[in-house]
């Protein structure tokens, strides 16, 4: 009896635990359930303005896609921007392109883009620039907001008209010499953008790092990292888990490109402690206000450090790899593509011509910055050329807030693509696109057109801070160039082909044939 008493008490307990372990089971399960409930809730909470984004792409229209890479595929063969320019009509004002998984928004209608250029709201670069930091240095190309604004408020006076003309003297120097180098191939057919990119360099040397361009007997001396490096986007979108850095890091390719950036620090470093050692010798440049008195922007970079303790070393090497990179491509283009067309149009050239003699006479002397600004036919050539080609194809913001447009409504957080390649041939702001017409920049033809259906050097708050010394520099090389060189097209190689990276370049070069002018104007 008091076995089976015992034997009982046993199956009771059993049965308790048994039913306990179920309970806990059941208020376990109800535990995950709801656990797995709220990470659902703060995933779609966090990602919901992602989802705003999404759901705002897939109501819009854009060129064909291929799974994973989007539209990467039309960016490596380098055909997107044409691509985008001919099939515009088809999607209207805007529409989307995907880069890899991320999908963009382009905007082509100047009062669009004016929406967004003109806004402090929306200076945030997305997020791709960060992959250009090894070729171009943290500067102001690529700088978070916080820090672009310091920097820019530091550096804009280095670009004032005062400091400008300090910089007109190389610039005249460097043409000369450029000149000499052309007239000595007089008569042949040459590729005039290897020249003008050699010169352009030798100006960025003198009036960035304060190097004497004359002191290198020949390009092949040169010892800088500033031409050897390469970018390395296309190669990383072409492999999409290449855009993760710390995997690419681990390649061979990041490894290269990190050594590149070492090199250029290490460079530049050693400039900026000559440079320091230079100033504690001969005084501030700043404080001299004799515009004859040459200076570069580095010297300039050492003398705000020393009073602005804010702006530091690292802050000078850094800008001083993006100035020495992103002014040779973008300016070394843009003046020799101006050079092609002007050979291909001897009606505008003349003119231009004309107008040299009426400013220099018989005067030998290199332009100062009055004769710069009285080249107003120079200066509608230059801009006609850079409609056509912008040596910056597209640029892209991050919307600070929602922005709408019309109907439409785009989220804030949203990449914002914006090409003047397209803008520049919408014919309803450009009639006869395709043509080179420099009177479309005559001051009556000029008026009335929207401010944002020409932005060569973008716009707003957050536009090239060198957009006047690019263009002092181009009208300086150009006109040294027509004051004793005629030029002529070459048959079959009379139009452009254009190929899309970073700027546009012209596919085979930009041929031309130099020669002697038989009097110092016809």
Partial sequence: MIFMCAHVDRIQSTMFYYNFLQALNRISGEMWTYLALLVVIYIIYALKNQIRILRFIFTLDGPKTVPILGNVNAVLEGNLIERMTNEAPNYGSVF???????????????????????????????FFYKLLDNFLGKGLVTRDVDKWQVHRRILQPAFHRNMLERFARTFGECAERLVDK?????????????????????????????????????????????????????????????LIDWIYRLTAAGKSEEQQRKDLFDFCLRKMKE??????????????????????????????????????????????????????????????????????????????????????????????????????????????????????????????????LGERVIPAGCGVFIAPYCTHRLPQHFPDPHDFKPERFSPENSAGRHPYAYIPFSAGPRNCIGYKFATLEMKSVISAILRKCRLEPILGKEKVIAKFRM????????????????????
């Fill in 182 to 242: 052309l007239l000595e191939k007089d008569g042949e057919d040459i590729n005039v953008t290897v020249f003008i990119n050699n010169s352009v360099y030798d100006i960025l040397i003198e009036t960035i790092l304060g190097t004497p361009a004359n002191q290198r007997a020949n390009d092949s001396e040169d010892d800088t990292p500033f031409r050897k490096g390469q970018v390395m986007v296309p190669y990383r979108f072409a492999r999409p888990w290449l």
């Fill in 503 to 522: 700027t546009v370049r012209a596919h085979g070069g930009l041929w031309i044939k130099v020669k002697t002018r038989n009097k110092q104007y016809e």
């Fill in 275 to 404: 440079k320091r050692e230079f100033l504690q010798r001969n005084g501030p440049l700043v404080a001299d206000d004799r515009a004859t008195r040459k200076m570069s922007l580095l010297e300039y970079m050492v003398e705000i450090n020393d009073k602005n303790p804010q702006f530091t070393e690292q802050d000078i090497i850094e800008e001083c790899c993006t100035f020495m990179l992103a002014g040779q491509d973008s300016v070394g283009t843009a003046t020799a593509m101006t050079l092609f067309l002007l050979a291909n149009n001897p009606k505008w050239q003349d003119r231009c011509v004309v107008e040299l003699n009426e400013i220099f006479g018989d005067d030998r002397r290199s332009p100062t910055m009055q004769d710069l600004r009285e080249m107003k036919c120079l200066d509608m050539c230059i801009k006609e050329s850079l409609r056509l080609y912008p040596s910056v194809p597209l640029f892209a913001r991050r919307l600070g807030e929602d922005v709408r």
């Fill in 96 to 126: 989307r392109i995907w880069l890899t998984l991320l999908p963009y928004v382009v905007l082509v209608e100047p009062k669009d883009i004016q929406m967004v250029l003109c806004s402090m709201k929306h200076t945030r670069k997305i």
